[in-house]
C-alpha cells in the first residue's frame, strides 16, 4: 500500500466533501450555471465594507485577537441573541465559519466511538464532521415523508433504547437540504427528549432570516442545548468566515473546552471578518430579511421548473435557500443524474445520496438575481423534462 496505507483512518473513511466534486464538474462542464452551491447573491454592506477597509492599515488587524472573538462582536451578539432569538442564559464564540462552529463543538462534546443522531436528509459537512473525529456510530433518523419533518417519536425510541445514550443529536432550522422549517412545538420537544435522555442538542441556525410564507423562526435554550449561527449567508459573508457558537453560559466548563479547541484550529476567527459583522450587524435584521424577500420570487421561479417531477416530488422551501425534489424512481443514482444535467444542460445540482438520501436533488435558489436564475431555470427545466419523457440521453 506504501504511504497511503500509513494515512489516518478517520480521513480515509470520511466521504469526499461534496461540494469540491461539484465544484470540479461544473468547472469541466461549459458555461455552466449553478444551483448547487449555498449561497446567496449579495455582498455585505457596502458601509460596513467601507468602514473595513479603513482598518486595513491598523497595526492590531495583524496581530492576534482574543481566541473566543472581539469583545465589541461578542457583546453585541449577546445582546442580538437576547433581543431577537430570546437565548437569555447562552454565551458566545466566535469562529471562522458556522462549519468551523459545528466541529469545534463535535471536538467538546464527542469521544470517537460515541454515538450520534441525525435525520435525513442531513446536511452533509456535518455527517462528515463526526466521521472525521471519529464519530462513526452515526444514527440516522427519518423524516416524516409529508412535511420533512424529524419524526420526534423515533427519536424518543431510540434515546430511550440505544446503550450508551447517544452523546449528541442535531438538527439544522430551517434545514439545509430541505428548506423545511421545524415549528416551535416540534424544536421544543425534540430539545425535551434530548434533555431527558440525557443528550446534548445541537440546532444550527444558519438560515434563520430566510423564512417565507409569515413563518417565523424560533430557538430553543437549556442546559443540554447549543445553537449554532453564521454571517455567511445573511449579510453575504461567504468568503469572510465568520459564525458563532451560543453555549448555557451556566454549564460549569463549557468555556474553557471550547477555547482549547480554538485555539488549536484557527486561534481566532480573521480579526478584519469580525469587524465586518459588526459594522453589518449595525445595519440590523432588515438590511436580511429586505434581500430575502426577492428570493421568493427566485423560488417561484424553480418551483415552476422543477413541475415535470409531478406535483408531491418537491418539497421543502419553506425557509433557508433550498427545494428538495425526488427524481423519477428509476433514477436512484442521482449523482448520475446531476453529473448528466451538468454536461447536457449545463445546471448543476447536489445530489441528494450526499444528504442520505439517494434519489432526488437539492436546488438552491439563492446564488443567482432573478434575471440569472430565469436562465438557469429554463436549463433545468429542459433538462427534467427530457429525463421523465426520454431518459438520459447523450
Known amino acids: 500500500m506504501g504511504s497511503y496505507g500509513k494515512l489516518a483512518k478517520r480521513a480515509l473513511e470520511t466521504e469526499m466533501p461534496v461540494m469540491v466534486q461539484i465544484q470540479e464538474l461544473a468547472r469541466g462542464a461549459k458555461n455552466a450555471m449553478s444551483l448547487a452551491q449555498g449561497v446567496?447573491?449579495?455582498?455585505?454592506?457596502?458601509?460596513?465594507?467601507?468602514?473595513?477597509?479603513e482598518l486595513v492599515w491598523e497595526p492590531s488587524i495583524s496581530r492576534y485577537g482574543a481566541d473566543e472573538g472581539i469583545s465589541e462582536?461578542?457583546?453585541?451578539?449577546?445582546?442580538?441573541?437576547?433581543?431577537?432569538?430570546?437565548?437569555?442564559?447562552?454565551?458566545?464564540?466566535?469562529?471562522?465559519?458556522?462549519?468551523q462552529a459545528f466541529v469545534n463543538l463535535v471536538l467538546a462534546l464527542c469521544d470517537a466511538g460515541d454515538s450520534v443522531v441525525m435525520f435525513a436528509p442531513y446536511y452533509f459537512n456535518a455527517y462528515m464532521s463526526f466521521q472525521m473525529t471519529g464519530v462513526t456510530n452515526i444514527l440516522v433518523g427519518p423524516c416524516n415523508p409529508n412535511t420533512l419533518h424529524p419524526d420526534a417519536e423515533w427519536l424518543e425510541r431510540t434515546l430511550s433504547e440505544t446503550r450508551p445514550v447517544p452523546k449528541v443529536v442535531t438538527v439544522v432550522n430551517p434545514g439545509n437540504p430541505t428548506g423545511t422549517y421545524i415549528p416551535?412545538?416540534?424544536?421544543?420537544?425534540?430539545?425535551?427528549?434530548?434533555?431527558?435522555?440525557?443528550?446534548?442538542?445541537?440546532?444550527?441556525?444558519?438560515?434563520?432570516?430566510?423564512?417565507?410564507?409569515?413563518?417565523?423562526?424560533?430557538?430553543?435554550e437549556g442546559d443540554h442545548v447549543v445553537n449554532i449561527f453564521s454571517f455567511s449567508k445573511a449579510y453575504g459573508m461567504m468568503g469572510w468566515r465568520v459564525g458563532y457558537i451560543a453555549y448555557p453560559s451556566e454549564v460549569e466548563g463549557f468555556a474553557t473546552q471550547l477555547l482549547k479547541i480554538q485555539d488549536n484550529i484557527?486561534?481566532?476567527?480573521?480579526?478584519?471578518?469580525?469587524?465586518?459583522?459588526?459594522?453589518?450587524?449595525?445595519?440590523?435584521?432588515?438590511?436580511?430579511?429586505?434581500?430575502v424577500k426577492d428570493l421568493v420570487r427566485?423560488?417561484?421561479?424553480?418551483?415552476?421548473?422543477?413541475?415535470?417531477?409531478?406535483?408531491?416530488?418537491?418539497?421543502?422551501?419553506?425557509?433557508?435557500?433550498?427545494?428538495?425534489?425526488?427524481?423519477?424512481?428509476?433514477?436512484?443514482?442521482?449523482?448520475?443524474?446531476?453529473?448528466?444535467?451538468?454536461?447536457?444542460?449545463?445546471?448543476?445540482?447536489?445530489?441528494?445520496?450526499?444528504c442520505g438520501c439517494p434519489g432526488h436533488i437539492r436546488i438552491s435558489f439563492g446564488g443567482l438575481v432573478e434575471a440569472d436564475c430565469k436562465a438557469a431555470a429554463e436549463r433545468l427545466r429542459?433538462?427534467?423534462?427530457?429525463?421523465?419523457?426520454?431518459?438520459?440521453?447523450?
Open 40 to 53: 446567496v447573491y449579495w455582498q455585505p454592506p457596502k458601509q460596513a465594507l467601507k468602514k473595513v477597509k
Open 73 to 99: 462582536l461578542r457583546e453585541a451578539l449577546t445582546l442580538k441573541l437576547q433581543k431577537e432569538n430570546k437565548l437569555l442564559k447562552s454565551s458566545v464564540m466566535v469562529t471562522a465559519g458556522a462549519n
Open 184 to 220: 416551535e412545538a416540534l424544536l421544543k420537544r425534540i430539545s425535551e427528549i434530548c434533555r431527558d435522555a440525557g443528550s446534548w442538542l445541537i440546532v444550527d441556525n444558519t438560515y434563520e432570516y430566510f423564512m417565507y410564507d409569515g413563518l417565523q423562526h424560533s430557538c430553543v
Open 266 to 291: 484557527p486561534i481566532c476567527a480573521s480579526l478584519l471578518s469580525q469587524y465586518l459583522a459588526l459594522y453589518s450587524l449595525e445595519m440590523g435584521p432588515e438590511w436580511v430579511t429586505e434581500r
Open 298 to 354: 427566485n423560488r417561484e421561479i424553480i418551483l415552476e421548473a422543477l413541475s415535470p417531477l409531478g406535483e408531491d416530488a418537491v418539497k421543502g422551501g419553506e425557509g433557508a435557500i433550498y427545494l428538495w425534489a425526488k427524481l423519477p424512481d428509476k433514477y436512484l443514482d442521482d449523482f448520475k443524474v446531476v453529473r448528466w444535467l451538468a454536461t447536457r444542460h449545463g445546471v448543476v445540482l447536489i445530489p441528494g445520496g450526499a
Open 382 to 394: 429542459r433538462g427534467l423534462e427530457e429525463l421523465v419523457n426520454h431518459g438520459m440521453m447523450e
